[in-house]
């Protein structure tokens, strides 16, 4: 019974916080791994596992940590056009189908199914089949 309280619990605050990260809530990317983690998590740790689970499985295929400023020189390094876009770059924003053109992420900085570009001057992870930016690399 208080597995299952954690669960609902934890179904019911981690996608608020993801959705805020992905404002066309995808159910794909952060919010199932959201979900996933939270489960996950509520059946090993109970409540408290089930946030810590949620929050991480947020980031599943994303570039975090130390990663990220690593990551973010490796695509300077590369000298990566920038895709001109005019509209504002953020999460969710679905790229146009011709003229951007994706990368794949040397596994050094994380297994995912993401690819990257530069849009704006920006660095961006976005998911290749829908073509929706999924992280930000800031």
Do not use: C, W
């Not at 608020?16 to 090993?44: E, H, K, R, S, W």
């Not at 570009?117 to 660095?123: G, K, L, W």
């Amino acid at each position: 019974m208080f597995k299952t309280l954690a669960i609902v619990a934890a179904m019911a605050v981690v996608p608020a916080a993801v959705l805020a990260q992905n404002p066309q809530g995808a159910q794909g990317g952060a919010v199932g791994g959201a979900t996933t983690g939270a489960v996950g998590g509520a059946i090993v740790g109970g409540p408290v596992g089930a946030v810590v689970g949620g929050v991480g499985g947020a980031f599943v295929g994303a570039i975090i940590g130390d990663n990220t400023p690593r990551f973010q020189r490796y695509v300077v390094e590369q000298r990566v056009p920038s895709y001109r876009y005019a509209e504002p770059v953020a999460v969710g924003v679905v790229l146009p189908s011709e003229g951007v053109v994706y990368r794949e992420v040397p596994p050094e900085y994380g297994e995912t199914e993401y690819r990257y570009t530069v849009v704006n001057d920006r660095t961006v992870l976005v998911d290749p089949r829908t073509r929706r930016i999924v992280q930000i690399i800031e």
